[in-house]
């Protein structure tokens, strides 16, 4: 009897073997002439040469289709197995409008006109700014792209920045280390990305640097080369912090600023950095100003209606 030696890399056992290893015990019945023991990432087989290279090859077509769409199900292992290639699996699972297949298989999609747009800029640019106002899907549409570029080895780290506190970045009166401090100003990126990433391998990410989230402070002095380059919150950037920012880029990247001009928390007579960017940047090619509105507005219906009152004052003032 010959021994086939498998394990799972940057994939959650529990949720690759399923509940109570429910998927494990589908292969199980599938090949009854083998022998199939898991432990941990670890799976050792134990069987005839030709039946080992079988359950290698229906082995593996599983773990890179839970690595693209994070989900595995009774359904998905039977076509897997009686499939005769990927082929017809990846055809029934592919969209051409799904950014990226996010946890538990969550289809995640340009969902309006205008961030569709904001994907097509990106793709036909190095460097995209998303203006509009809360909730129009800036932020998540952009760590979207992030995570399907990382995914398609495009880049080979996403790098997540905002400036904290009011832009002026004094977080020494906050209680804690400095991650407890940054933290609640990072927290929508976060967000963002335990949607599109299982918690396991995003922590990994996060540990080894393959997802940085910092401030803009910890931007000043680097090159960002091979990197997908988040700007979130422009709006409380200055004039200095702007220009440091986008003068970071590098090699193969692809930045992506979002902000909403209405949400200037910046002290009087400091001019906005990215107002000034809109201004200065928007006739050069390679750079592309995308817009969006409350039409955008994909959170809760009372958001649009929020966006739409405080307009109204606004402009009668």
Known sequence: MNELN???????????????????????????????????????VYGDDQMLEEFDRRFQMLTTHFSKYNKLDENIIERVLLSNGGDELEASEHSGD?????????????????????????????????????????TYTGVALAVRALKNKQVKRIILTRPAVEAGENLGFLPGDLKEKLDPYMQPLYDALRDMIPAEKLALYIENGTIQ????????????????????????????????????????????????????????????????????????????????????????????????????????N
């Open 213 to 316: 989230i910092a401030p803009m402070a910890f931007m000043r002095g680097r090159t960002l080369d091979h990197a997908f380059v988040i700007l979130d919150e422009a709006q409380n950037t200055t004039h200095a912090q702007m220009k440091m920012f986008l003068t970071r880029m590098g090699k193969s990247a692809k930045f992506v600023i979002t902000g909403d001009p209405g949400q200037i928390d910046l002290p009087r007579r400091v001019i906005s950095g990215l107002k000034e960017a809109l201004l200065i940047l928007k006739n050069i090619q390679g750079i592309q100003m995308v817009y969006l509105d409350d039409k955008d507005v994909i959170r809760h219906k009372l958001v649009k209606k929020v966006i739409d009152a405080y307009k109204t004052i606004e402009h009668q």
């Open 98 to 138: 799904v950014l990226v297949h996010g946890v538990n298989g969550r289809l995640i999609k340009a969902e309006t006109v205008n961030q569709r747009k904001l994907v097509d800029a990106s793709d036909r640019n190095d460097m995209v700014f998303a203006i509009g106002p809360a909730g129009t899907g800036k």
């Open 6 to 44: 498998l394990e799972l890399t940057d994939i959650s056992p529990r949720e690759f073997f399923g509940r109570q290893n429910e998927n494990i015990n589908l292969l199980k019945k599938h090949f009854p002439k083998l022998k199939i023991v898991a432990r941990g990432s670890k799976i050792k």
